[in-house]
C-alpha cells in the first residue's frame, strides 16, 4: 500500500463535474440522433458510449465502494432511449454523491489488480473519470459536426 490518501472534498466534486457535462452532452443530442448519428461508418454513435461510460463508472464504484474487482461483464446495450439514459446516469452520479464521500482516504493508496493490470485504486477512479472525458470530447465534436454548440466543458456544475 502507497502513503497517497485522496479525501472526498477533492475527489467527489471533481468527479461530478465532469458527470454533469457529459450529462449535458447527452441531452444538447437531438432524440433521434443520440443512438444513430455517426460521423463515420467506424466510429459509434455517441449514445452507445455513454452506455459505455455508464458500465465503466459501475466496475469503477463496485471495486472503489465494495472491493469488486473482477472481471466485468458489459452487457448489450441496455436501450436506445435518451430519457432512460439520464435516469440511469443521475442516480449513478447519485451514487457518487452519497457513497464516494464514505470512502476511506487510504484506499486509494491500496494496489489493485483489474482486468487492465495491477494499479492504485485513485489510478482505476481517475482512469474511468479520464475516460469519460475522451468519450465525451467525441461527443462534442459529434455535436459541432451536426451544427450544434456543445456545452461548455469548463461550466461543470
Known amino acids: 500500500m502507497c502513503a ?23 441531452a444538447a ?8 448519428y455517426r460521423p463515420t461508418e467506424t466510429l459509434r454513435p455517441f449514445g452507445e458510449m455513454a452506455w459505455e461510460l455508464h458500465g465503466q463508472t459501475a466496475y469503477t464504484l463496485r471495486g472503489l465502494l465494495h472491493g469488486e ?5 458489459w452487457p448489450p446495450l441496455p436501450g436506445t432511449d435518451r430519457a432512460a439514459l439520464l435516469s440511469a446516469w443521475d442516480e449513478q452520479t447519485r451514487v457518487i454523491e452519497t457513497g464516494v464521500p464514505g470512502v476511506p ?10 482486468p487492465w493490470g495491477e494499479m492504485l ?12 472525458i ?13 451544427g450544434t454548440a456543445p456545452p461548455a466543458f469548463w461550466e461543470r456544475a
Do not use: K
Open 121 to 132: 485504486t485513485f489510478t482505476a477512479v481517475i482512469g474511468a473519470i479520464d475516460n469519460e
Open 4 to 26: 497517497l490518501r485522496v479525501p472526498a472534498s477533492v475527489l467527489v466534486p471533481h468527479w461530478l463535474g465532469h458527470r454533469h457535462v457529459t450529462r449535458r452532452v447527452i
Open 69 to 73: 474487482w473482477s472481471r466485468p461483464t
Open 105 to 114: 482516504e487510504e484506499r486509494y493508496g491500496e494496489t489493485v489488480t483489474i
Open 29 to 36: 443530442f437531438p432524440e433521434d440522433q443520440l443512438f444513430t
Open 134 to 146: 475522451h468519450h465525451r470530447g467525441q461527443g462534442m465534436v459529434y455535436l459541432r459536426e451536426m
